[in-house]
């Protein structure tokens, strides 16, 4: 299993990680030891370690872990969306071992008016000319005009995170599984199945979490979904073990076959990112 989606960060690195400062149980240091204890308690081989802060900084650091953890396979790392200097800076991030994508995420990006911003579409452009994937994170209400603008842009290799965001508390379907398949049918995206339980409230079940993960399977297809927890971030409502657990149960529930599943907890990652999985660590 490859986690497409985890986060680390260290308070006295001073990063401005916006979640820790909102959550008092997300304000201390998550580590990558702390991520591998639960990996391996789960049977994750490797993880891509994302942004977490409006940092080239951070995605330095991130980058320097990677090279010496072989198990963190890849960096999506951070770049201003809105300036002059965006190529410079991702070809000069692409020097370095380790970078995989850019989630370039502006000001106000749970309102989705970066959307409709002209330098948006400029910014998505060059990145599409880089060739790294693009982390690209919408709230529901703006699936609609981020297919619009992605459609136009097909040159940009796009990986949707967290489901597009669904108020999973409220049960509610409709309308973001219209939007999500609308979506999905407009781009080439590939989608993270991640970020369902941090929105459900804390009386979340197996069962209410399916409805969610059937309808991003079959919108997507198990060759374009990938395997994330979000993780520390799923730690609002859940835990890395239980959200692993519903996954693969609910995989196995929908009646995927075991290479359909292979693909949505390794393969579409691999492919998406262009990582391998890590060697076999030694049993000793």
């Known amino acids: 299993m490859i986690d497409s989606h ?17 959550v008092g149980g997300l304000a201390r ?27 080239v900084a951070e995605t ?9 953890e072989p198990r963190i396979v890849g960096v999506v790392g951070w770049a201003d969306l809105f300036a002059d200097r965006l190529a410079d800076d991702v070809a000069r991030l692409q020097t370095r071992p380790g970078l995989v994508g850019i989630r370039p995420l502006p000001p106000g990006t749970f309102g989705a008016d970066w959307l409709t911003d002209g330098r948006t579409r400029r910014g998505l452009a060059t990145l599409g000319r880089t060739g790294v994937a ?7 209400p703006g ?6 603008l992605l459609a136009d842009l097909p040159e940009v290799r796009v990986v949707l995170n967290h489901c597009g965001r669904p108020d999973t508390m409220t049960g509610q379907l409709e309308p973001w599984a219209s939007d999500l398949r609308s979506f999905a049918r407009a781009t080439a995206a590939t989608i993270k199945l991640s970020g369902l339980i941090e929105r459900a409230g804390i009386e979340w079940t197996a ?3 399916r409805p969610y993960i059937e309808t991003v399977v079959d919108a997507f297809g198990p060759s374009r979904v990938m395997f994330a ?14 959200w692993v657990a519903v996954l693969r ?7 995927l076959t075991a290479a359909e599943q292979g693909e949505i907890l390794a393969g579409t990652a691999c492919r998406a990112y262009g990582v391998r999985m890590p060697a076999p660590r030694a049993q000793l």
């Not at 001073?14 to 909102?22: E, I, M, P, Q, T």
Request: proline residues 1%; aromatic residues 8%.
């Open 134 to 140: 693009v982390d690209v994170l919408v709230k529901w």
């Open 207 to 209: 069962e209410s979490l």
């Open 6 to 22: 985890i986060h680390l960060w260290r308070r006295a690195d001073g990063d401005d990680v916006w979640v820790a400062d909102k």
């Open 29 to 55: 240091d998550f580590t990558v030891e702390d991520w591998k204890r639960h990996a391996d308690a789960c049977g994750v081989a490797g993880a891509i370690l994302v942004q977490a802060a409006h940092s």
């Open 60 to 68: 330095e650091r991130a980058l320097a872990l990677a090279a010496v």
């Open 143 to 148: 699936l609609a005009r981020a297919r619009d």
């Open 249 to 255: 149960e609910t995989l196995a529930g929908i009646g």
């Open 229 to 242: 927890t979000n993780w520390p971030v799923l730690e609002i409502g859940g835990t890395y073990e239980g």
